[in-house]
């Protein structure tokens, strides 16, 4: 429907928005404090990757939309304070000059604020719907539990050293700010799935990946089972391990495939 093909759209374009800030800002404010060369090289790298994700989404744009229609949704970006103000939150923080803080809000944007975006792939799934899709974002999320994670667990070795007062004003910081950011998602995902009937299912799927963020940072959960049960479709839908589509009809795979290598000979060069 039209408004199926519209809220596909801003969703893919407020995701485009998130990774690319992450790419470019969230990840490379986070290698000035790396302890290690290593830890330096897996910062850029999960930059690469979040910039491959933003690309990523664009190519669902070109398939599903005209240049006009894309041109909207971006305008609809730009003129959203709700989108705009997701993104600023977390960005503030990245000037931080605790590098703890920085992690925290890295964290909170990979695992909590991209997954009210994903819902929608993710519900389209359940019903057969855009399978291409679905397979694309299951090697997205595959990604992104990485990314949550690891930023989450260089936040708890940081922790370790630091003073118990510390340790308490950045609990109380991390909270403060899960619950800016959660206020954020459900005012977000109340405007981008208007007309559709599942909003009090996203409401659970956002409590469920706030508790997802805090498990990362170290913390207990906030939400309790009865706010974070989520539709089991869905999550069937969102396991990196869910089946697989490799038919013809239904989509093209959501497992990484090596490429072959085959030994050049001197007649490859015989032009």
Not at 138 to 161: C, M, N, V
Not at 215 to 226: F, H, I, Q, T, V
Request: glycine content about 6%; aromatic content about 12%; some cysteine.
């Amino acid at each position: 429907t039209d408004l199926e093909r519209k809220t596909t759209t801003r969703v893919f374009t407020g995701l485009t928005l998130l990774d690319t800030s992450q790419a470019t800002i969230g990840e490379l404010c986070q290698i000035e404090h790396a302890r290690t060369e290593h830890e330096q090289a897996i910062y850029t790298n999960i930059a690469f990757m979040q910039s491959i994700h933003a690309r990523s989404y664009s190519s669902i744009f070109s398939t599903l939309c005209s240049s006009e229609e894309i041109d909207e949704a971006y305008r609809w970006a730009v003129g959203n304070d709700v989108l705009q103000q997701r993104v600023t939150t977390v960005l503030c923080e990245y000037e931080s000059e605790d590098p703890l803080k920085r992690k925290i809000a890295a964290t909170m944007l990979s695992s909590l604020l991209l997954y009210a975006g994903f819902y929608l792939p993710l519900y389209f799934a359940s019903r057969g719907k855009m399978m291409n899709t679905a397979d694309m974002i299951r090697l997205i999320l595959r990604d992104k539990a990485i990314h949550g994670y690891y930023s989450g667990y260089k936040f708890q070795r940081g922790l370790e050293l630091r003073s118990e007062n510390d340790k308490k004003n950045l609990e109380k910081f991390t909270m403060n700010l899960l619950d800016t950011l959660y206020d954020l998602e459900v005012e977000y995902s109340g405007q981008i799935y208007e007309g559709f009937d599942f909003h009090d299912d996203v409401f659970d799927f956002v409590r469920y990946n706030a508790n997802k963020a805090l498990m990362n940072l170290g913390y207990p959960a906030k939400y309790s089972e009865e706010e974070t049960h989520v539709s089991p479709e869905i999550l069937a839908a969102l396991s990196p391990a869910a089946d697989e589509n490799h038919d013809f009809f239904s989509g093209s795979g959501s497992s990484y495939i090596m490429g072959k290598s085959v030994e050049t000979d001197d007649d490859d060069w015989d032009f």
